[in-house]
């Protein structure tokens, strides 16, 4: 039987090995397997449910592409939050996430169009109780295209022509209100399962604002890739960066679940869910649940 005094001090002194019981086993453990409880809100619905542990705060700025300043500060009430990721599949959905990315594109003077139905696209929304506080769209390619090749085609039909799959992200945004890492690395890891796992994407592309370049590489391990251009769709220079799924694979598997007992790691990857999460939810989703 699992000892959970062991298992959370082992957590919280960075002991904890990759064979050991992931968090989702240990409210298995303490709250029993619920599923047959749930309503269909919390099961069908819900992707993943997560309340993060305290966390710097630094996603003041992240609209499109991501903070400018990275604090220390502290938010007491981050442990008590519940966030639970949902797609956007529904017209309510995509105009709550709408609402969301006009409020904070405007905050930055950025343009945006309202969301729309794509069957290449997928659309993430993280909610805190009923509101949506971030969002984020992962384009697959295909036939149509993606959203860089409006801006970036060479680059996108070189690494086609290297045999690499690729997708793309954008319309990100995450309230300026919300304090926690967990959320903005919730909806990259998200993305990661999407493309990676289930459409076997060997490459991620987003377009930043050149200020926010450093971040990306420090952060993620996204590497430039296009010299700086003025997007139109959003009225603002842009650069495009590439990130490997395997190097993001390797430092999930390295880092995530950590959280905070990662000392020195700069990355947001320790934030990202364990690696044996990421399986399990990769699994149900492909079952359809």
């Known amino acids: 039987m699992l000892d959970i005094h062991n298992f959370f001090s082992g957590i919280m002194h960075g002991r904890r090995k990759a064979d050991a019981w992931s968090m989702l086993d240990v409210r298995k453990f303490l709250f029993g397997n619920k599923k047959r409880h749930r309503t269909p809100d919390e099961w069908d619905k819900t992707i993943v449910a997560f309340s993060p542990n305290f966390s710097p705060s630094w996603l003041r700025d992240l609209a499109l592409p991501a903070p400018e300043d990275i604090a220390n500060q502290r938010d007491e009430n981050a442990e008590q ?19 969301l ?17 794509d069957p290449n696209k997928i659309t993430l929304a993280v909610y805190q ?10 384009g697959m390619d295909s036939p149509q295209g993606m959203v860089v090749d409006q801006l970036y085609k060479p680059e996108a039909d070189q690494l086609r022509a290297e045999g690499r799959k690729l997708c793309d992200i954008t319309r990100l945004a995450v309230d300026h209100d919300i304090k926690s890492k967990s959320v903005l690395a919730s909806l990259f890891h998200m993305a990661f399962i ?16 050149p200020r926010h370049v450093l971040f990306y590489e420090r952060m993620m391990g996204f590497e430039p890739f296009g010299e700086e251009k003025t997007c139109p769709r959003v009225n603002a220079p842009a650069v495009l960066m590439r990130l490997d799924a395997t190097h993001a694979d390797e430092q999930i598997i390295r880092y995530g679940g950590m959280g905070a007992v990662a000392t020195g790691v700069r990355s947001i990857y320790p934030y990202f869910f364990s690696h044996d999460d ?12």
């Open 129 to 138: 109780e009923d509101k949506v506080v971030g969002t984020m769209s992962l």
């Open 194 to 209: 999407y493309g990676h796992n289930i459409h076997h994407a060997t490459d991620f592309l987003i377009e930043v604002n």
């Open 81 to 99: 939050q519940v966030f639970k990721v949902r797609l956007a599949n529904s017209e309510d959905r995509r105009k709550s996430a709408s609402l």
């Open 278 to 289: 990421e399986l399990g939810i990769t699994q149900r989703l492909l079952r359809g649940e």
């Open 101 to 117: 990315i006009q409020k904070m594109y405007d905050w930055r003077g950025y343009d945006a169009d309202a969301l729309k139905h």
